[in-house]
């Protein structure tokens, strides 16, 4: 399961008193307009139960996706850049200076983050599409591919924030879109697609998923298997997750400017340990194909070291007390899921343990039994694992850009009775209250005030 990002909130800001176009003067009253409903978006979703954000989280999606085709017109024109083959003149008439809800830095327990001021188009630019990027690492769905499509798009995401001249040239930008962060959580993201190639066509964590159901009677008829070539790639895949959370762990501990939320440390050196747990599972179950029981327990072993769990077994459950606590540890993940919770922030380390552990208990009764073969050592093993394989091919991000209509649309001089839409929600302070006559999770942009400006300042 993919890390549970927070999505972060901001503070209100009116872009035509920032922003004035003398081609395009109705450019900075829509972009405003666009930022708005953005704001009452993210602020809305905040208050929503955990049960409902995933079925709130495409209405943030269009917000953002609406408001950053006008954010990066703004963002080139103020360069003195060309929009595609328009000519755009933005004049900034003084700095741009907002607020952004800080998500990752870590924060003083049971203290919410810090909302900072920052200053300049850049950090707007950067923290929106990192909002963006984190909304499709939340947005799961019931069909794994596309899941993988809405990781592999955060991953260009971040990728395309990180080749922003503006930002890696900035100093003063707040933990969370510092270029190590970003690309951190681009390497995460990555990883997190890499893995969930294996984990779509793995038929042994279906196995004990099954076997922990007291009703199912499957595991009575068949087995789970799975070809030997196949073992071996998926090996080398997960290797090559484990390869990119490694790199996301020393990015987000190494960081100066700041320390980062140790939940989503914590899940990154998690989600290294899943997947090189993986691998040496499935370089087992290569062996153990091959006639070498004894090897393959000295892999399972090994899978156990990489996944952080003592090696040894006493009658089929775990030795001492810190098997007591990893099976604690499960309890609790297995009363998230039933309770329809946060899960998966172990980034399924114990799920995979229960899967070694299963292959462990069947292949050591069998090798005591029927084809007793020595166990060797497991480290000489797990120092000479292959090398990873890459799976994905990732794309170019290419993010949203107005079409020539809009363009022609934002030419003509605004009203002199046009404003814009500054959101119904109220800003600062306000975010863990709601109005009362207004139903929670509304979609953005309901209230009179919108009417009135979506008559002058019309939605397209």
Request: net charge negative; proline share 6%; hydrophobic share 35%.
């Amino acid at each position: 399961m993919p890390f549970p990002f927070t999505l972060p909130t901001t503070s209100s800001v009116l872009l035509s008193e920032y922003f004035s176009s003398a081609t395009h003067p109705a450019l900075p009253l829509h972009a405003a307009t666009r930022r708005s409903v953005v704001k009452d978006a993210l602020k809305k979703h905040k208050r929503l139960s955990a049960q409902s954000r995933s079925t709130h989280l495409p209405t943030v999606q269009d917000a953002l996706t609406s408001y950053i085709a006008y954010l990066l017109t703004l963002n080139t024109a103020s360069s003195y850049r060309d929009v595609g083959v328009e000519r755009v003149d933005v004049e900034v008439e003084k700095p741009l200076e907002v607020e952004w809800r800080t998500t990752l830095s870590a924060s003083i327990p049971g203290r919410e983050a810090a909302r900072p001021k920052v200053t300049g188009l850049h950090h707007e630019v950067a923290f929106v599409l990192s909002t963006l990027g984190y909304v499709h690492s939340l947005l799961r769905t019931s069909t794994i591919a596309t899941t993988m499509k809405h990781l592999l798009e955060a991953h260009s995401i971040f990728t395309y924030v990180l080749s922003l001249p503006t930002l890696s040239a900035a100093k003063d930008a707040p933990l969370d879109v510092q270029p190590s962060t970003i690309s951190a959580l681009a390497s995460l993201a990555l990883a997190e697609a890499t893995l969930i190639v294996v984990s779509k066509d793995d038929p042994y964590t279906a196995a004990v998923a099954e076997d922990r159901d007291e009703t199912n009677r499957d595991w009575m008829f068949k087995a789970p298997t799975i070809p030997r070539v196949r073992a071996h790639l998926f090996a080398r895949i997960c290797l090559a997750a484990a390869e990119h959370a490694t790199q996301a762990c020393g990015l987000l501990t190494g960081n100066s400017a700041g320390k980062i939320d140790d939940d989503l440390v914590e899940y990154a050196n998690d989600l290294r340990r899943t997947a090189r747990g993986k691998a040496a599972r499935f370089l087992a179950i290569d062996t153990e194909i091959s006639g070498k029981t004894g090897e393959g327990l000295a892999w399972l072993r090994g899978a156990k070291k990489e996944l952080g769990l003592s090696v040894e077994l006493e009658e089929g459950k775990r030795k001492g007390f810190r098997g007591l606590k990893q099976s604690w540890q499960e309890r609790r993940e297995d009363r998230k899921v039933e309770k329809g919770g946060e899960w998966g922030l172990d980034a399924g380390r114990l799920e995979e343990a229960r899967v070694v552990e299963m292959l462990e208990a069947k292949w050591d009764k069998e090798n005591s039994t029927v084809n007793v073969q020595v166990v060797p050592p497991f480290e000489p093993l797990l120092a000479n694992m292959p090398s990873g394989r890459e799976y994905h091919s990732p794309q170019v991000y290419q993010p949203p850009t107005l079409d020539a209509d809009t363009l022609a649309q934002l030419r003509a001089p605004p009203d002199p009775t046009e404003y814009a839409f500054r959101g119904d929600e109220e800003d600062s302070g306000g975010e863990d209250s709601y109005r009362k006559n207004e139903p929670v999770g509304a979609f953005p942009g309901t209230g009179p005030e919108y009417s009135r400006s979506a008559t002058a300042s019309s939605y397209y």
